[in-house]
């Protein structure tokens, strides 16, 4: 049976582990091959744990396991220049690029009064311009390519609000503008941009201190802590339910849809 994405490439942010992983894997079944980068180390300022070269060794075994080609470098998406020239040199060699999709990206729970100017940086740096970023080194591939799907990863917090993470919002939020702005721009190169919006999902994002600083920042004001309850009797989503959503819109099955911003988050924006 072939794929909805058979001799296609994609270009993955955050591919180590998590959703980007899980975005690889399901790409690769789907018939694509992958170009992956991850910063794949330490990232100050969050309490869960970081990502390491294993992890992105390891996606680049379970791609590999599906027969499909994967390129790979530790690139932090701060890095105009170096995600250039992988990109660059990634696409001469597998011939085109047709899906681009900016995962990567960071959470740092703080109530606004004890978030500091360098949680609010980093978290712009990173979720915003390195969004910007990826789709700047990626973006003009597709036109050379006659059309593609580039699908950004938002989330409930880009629609709606969570609480105790302005940082955070403000970053999702502007993830969304930026889908809808890229989108109007590049529709004439037949060129779809689409957000996708987890609730919470069950990743390495919630290891470590993770549960422990939510658990803290909600007893600050618990009238706010139920907002983004799901309206489904699941709590988390997995990795690959963001996967099969990100591969919908990547494939011609969403050949109409652009400017969409795709809740996956059994209700929960709406609680
Ligand atoms: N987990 C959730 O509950 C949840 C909910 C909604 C949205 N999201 C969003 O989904 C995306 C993926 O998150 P996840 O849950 O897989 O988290 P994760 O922490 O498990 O994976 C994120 C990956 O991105 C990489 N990354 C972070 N900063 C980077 C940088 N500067 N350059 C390159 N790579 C970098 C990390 O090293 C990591 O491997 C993020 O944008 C996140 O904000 C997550």
Redesign the pocket.
């Known amino acids: 049976m072939t794929g909805k994405l058979e001799g296609k490439v994609a270009f993955i ?9 899980a975005h690889a894997i399901k790409l690769a079944q789907e018939g694509a091959d992958i170009i992956a ?5 330490p ?1 100050p300022l ?1 309490p ?1 744990d ?2 390491s070269m294993e ?2 060794q390891e996606t680049v075994r379970l791609v590999e396991a599906l027969d499909r080609r994967i390129l790979f470098e530790q ?4 890095d105009l220049d170096a995600m250039r020239g992988f990109v660059d040199s990634s696409v001469a060699e597998l011939g085109h690029l047709d899906i681009v999709v900016a ?5 740092i729970p703080a109530t606004w009064n004890e978030t500091t100017p360098e949680m609010f940086q980093t978290t712009m ?3 915003v311009t ?1 969004v910007w970023n990826t789709v700047m080194v990626g973006a003009p591939h597709l036109v050379t390519a006659g059309g593609g799907s580039i699908i950004l ?5 880009g629609k709606k609000m969570q609480p105790f993470m302005v940082h ?1 919002t403000a970053s ?1 939020h502007a993830v969304t503008g930026m889908t809808r702005a890229f989108a109007a721009e590049l529709g004439k190169h037949s060129i779809r941009v689409n957000s996708v ?10 290891s470590g201190d993770m549960i422990e600083a939510i658990t803290r920042t909600n007893a600050s004001n618990p009238a706010l802590a139920v907002m983004g309850t799901p309206f489904l009797p699941v709590y ?1 989503a997995e ?1 690959e339910d ?1 996967a099969n959503a990100v591969a919908f819109l990547a494939s011609d099955d969403a050949r109409l849809i652009t400017s969409e911003h795709l809740s996956i988050d059994a209700g929960s924006q709406y609680f």
Do not use: E
């Open positions: 942010t955050g591919a180590a582990r998590g959703q980007g992983r980068i991850d910063l794949a180390g990232i969050v869960y970081s990502s992890d992105l690139v932090d998406v701060r995962n990567a990206g960071i959470c740096d990173i979720n390195g990863t938002s989330s409930y917090a955070y999702k919006h987890p609730g919470a999902v069950n990743t390495p994002m919630g988390s990795a963001i």
